[in-house]
């Protein structure tokens, strides 16, 4: 039997050929009372494993099918969920921002920032609004912490803003407490500074800067930044004296240009 065994493993592929054509030999001309069993053998040997696997396949697609659309609706659900924070975290800018009463005579009309231009630093912001929304130059920009600066170039439906840290943009501003009046301006390498204060002037670290109003751009009140340090150089006339800018203009988002006029 072992010679036997040995041909049939040597030849397994042409046994099994072999067999299969027996089968449907029986099948085909045999007698009517043996086709049934051999085909029912043939039936359960080489049909239904195939079945079943392609009920397997179908299975495991189907199945497949499903966690594609589960997770196309996970994805949806993070959207809206991601959507509806960042829905409540403007709505709270904006509460936080309705404390704010714009000057007299002034509007407030709601910017979003396109772009940034930078110069080792912001200095200009590109806005979603312009001429046909009645924006125009030298108007402030603010958002909920302070002022931004002013727009300086404007197209139909966009316009540019002048940032507080571009250093060509000095503000005339005061003291909020003892009203003595400077220059606020950002110089390269230093800072925001407030400048042409006199040596005598009084000034304390966290003291309010806010806008003097002289000018005519800038409405007085508007918040400008704290004094960081001050100190008068021996020999000077004048106090020098470093500020943190009201605004972080690395995080500006919503901003607001005051409009002249009433609703």
């Known amino acids: 039997m072992n010679w036997f065994t040995t041909i049939i493993s040597r030849n397994r592929r042409a046994f099994s050929y072999g067999v299969i054509a027996v089968l449907f030999f029986i099948i085909l001309v045999g007698k009517s009372s043996i086709r049934p069993a051999v085909a029912n053998a043939c039936m359960t040997i080489f049909y239904y494993p195939f079945v079943e696997i392609r009920d397997n396949v179908k299975s495991l697609m189907e199945v497949s099918e499903t966690n594609r659309r589960l997770k196309n609706s996970l994805t949806e659900a993070s959207l809206q969920l991601s959507a509806m924070a960042e829905a409540r975290r403007e709505n709270q800018r904006l509460r936080e921002f309705l404390g704010f009463e714009p000057a007299e005579d002034y509007q407030v009309v709601p910017v979003k920032i396109i772009s940034l231009i930078y110069n080792q630093h912001p200095v200009a ?36 803003v002048q940032l507080l840290t571009d250093p060509s ?17 950002y110089v390269p390498g230093e800072g925001m500074i407030f400048d042409n204060l006199p040596a005598d002037a009084v000034v304390n670290p966290g003291d309010i800067i806010i ?18 340090s001050a100190a008068t150089p021996k020999g000077e006339i004048r106090k020098s004296v470093w500020l943190r800018p009201s605004v972080e203009f690395l995080e500006i988002e ?4 005051l409009k002249r006029g009433t609703p």
Do not use: C, H, W
Request: proline share 4%.
């Open 125 to 160: 912001a590109v806005i979603n609004k312009g001429q046909r929304d009645s924006i125009m130059v030298n108007q402030p920009v603010i958002n909920r912490f302070g002022l931004v600066g002013k727009v300086r170039e404007v197209m139909p439906d966009y316009a540019t």
């Open 169 to 185: 943009n000095a503000v005339s501003a005061r003291i909020a407490e003892s009203r003595q009046i400077g220059i606020v301006r």
């Open 211 to 228: 806008t003097s109003g002289l000018g005519g751009v800038y409405p007085s009140g508007l918040s400008v930044a704290v004094v960081d």
């Open 254 to 257: 919503e901003l607001y240009v």
